[in-house]
């Protein structure tokens, strides 16, 4: 966290302490004894680009590397990024039999060869899938290593499927995004050691608590206005700072505000880099027409006013374009709302989706619709800690928050009532302080609006 640093005490250079991480996380995955690590990774501290790293140091020491990721997206991302990095690198990119089953940007790869089939690909440096994918590989001569992407969005089932396929790993996730999807209920397993719905990474270290374990220090995403919230809030015993300082990236309007409560929210983000949209208290349906409206508008109002962004990559402003901006919800009906609000303000091109879908994805600006807007009661859904933290932690400038009064009541009402279970490992911080923690401080940031 970015505080005032004490007379006499040495300055944070985040680039030598994400350098100083990295550097013992290579040490540990090559030259280490322990069949794993582990590493935590906040939000935008550079998680991909320490898997490319990794990948490229295993492929340089001739040691054949399996990568497992957890969606098609994913893999492709990867991919191309090895091949922007080491163009002559020789990647497999194993595929199901679907139609369409990677992005055609591959096919313009010479050096990357595509097959559904794990035997076509054999004897290539690098060879990246699903980990669904890889569940149906067989092999009588494992991998030397994997590198497990997103592995605390695995769960640990889809874990022990993938396990002897290789001999050594690389584990690196983020812990405080939303828990792996499961569909089905799993209060039999809770507090068993072979929990099939709980994380890769917490199933790994029960059964191996001796793992090294490291950290990456430093998001290269958050700005120093907003990683001193979310690390404190989400990130209570891995905290982090932001690789940028106070100053370092200004967002401004080339058009005035009008007065308006969208405006002036607006105003407010790009001085503190938080802003709070405040509705009257209601209970409303969960596609609250009102806010679905607010939200709609301070997009459309972010875009007319001409926006700019100054930062560590562009010194010169660079206009804040649609595919900049995304919008963040907690449901679909309530992401499919907002789109047709946008398109009645005939505003394109602005990503608005769900926190599941937003997650790992990164944006200039984001307005998030409040998960507890409106809402008679606060269900564990909507308390869930990965919802609010990737809902807070997308934006390189500026969060809009647009929500309801009466969270604050809301949640005192309905406190955390989940039952405590034998052998399950209990949550810190919850949702019901992390939401509070982040309300308190956007009360900070506040405007109201009535319409």
Partial sequence: MNRPLSAGAPAFDPGAEAGRATAAILHDTLHGTHRGVVVDSPPGAGKSTLVVRAALELAGAGRPLMVIAQTNAQVDDLV?????????????????????????????????????????????????????????????????????????????DALLAVAGL?????????????????????DQWAGLSYDPSASAVSTLLAHNPELPQHRLP?????????????????????????????????????????????????????????????????????????AV?????VVRRLLDRGGAAVSERSPDPVPLTADRVAVGTAHRDQAAAVRAALAGLG????????????????????????????????????????????????HRH???????????????????????????????????EANHAVLAHLTEHRVRYRG
């Fill in 347 to 394: 505003v394109t091109g602005v990503a608005v989706d769900t926190a599941n879908r937003l997650q790992g994805r990164e944006f200039d600006v984001t307005v998030v619709l409040h998960p507890l807007s409106g809402r008679p009661d606060a269900t564990a859904f909507h308390l869930e800690t990965g919802r609010l933290c990737v809902l807070a932690s997308r």
């Fill in 80 to 156: 191309l990024r090895l091949a922007e990095k080491a163009p002559d690198l020789p990647v497999g990119r194993l595929h199901s039999s679907d139609t369409d089953p990677y992005d055609k940007a591959l096919d313009d790869l010479g050096h990357v060869r595509k097959s559904s089939k794990a035997a076509d690909l054999a004897g290539l440096g690098v060879v990246i899938s699903t980990a669904a994918k890889w569940a149906h590989v067989k092999t009588t001569e494992p991998w030397t290593h994997a590198i497990v992407d997103e592995a605390y969005q695995m769960r640990s």
């Fill in 293 to 297: 409206g607010a939200v709609a508008q």
């Fill in 398 to 432: 500026a969060c809009v928050v647009v929500c309801r009064e009466g969270v604050a009541d809301l949640l005192d009402q309905h406190p955390s009532t989940e039952p405590v279970q034998l052998g399950v490992t209990v949550k810190f911080p919850d949702g019901w």
């Fill in 218 to 290: 430093v998001s290269w995403r958050l700005p120093a206005s907003a990683a001193p919230l979310v690390s404190d809030a989400f990130y209570p015993y891995t905290p982090f700072r932001s690789g940028t300082d106070h100053g370092d990236r200004r967002l401004s309007f080339g058009v005035p505000s009008d007065g308006s409560g969208p405006d002036r929210v607006l105003d407010e983000a790009a001085a503190s880099g938080w802003g709070l949209l405040e509705l009257p208290a209601r209970h409303t349906p969960r596609t609250d027409p009102e």
């Fill in 166 to 186: 290789f001999e050594r790993a690389l584990f690196v996730g983020d812990p405080g995004q939303l828990d792996p999807f499961s569909i089905v209920g799993a």
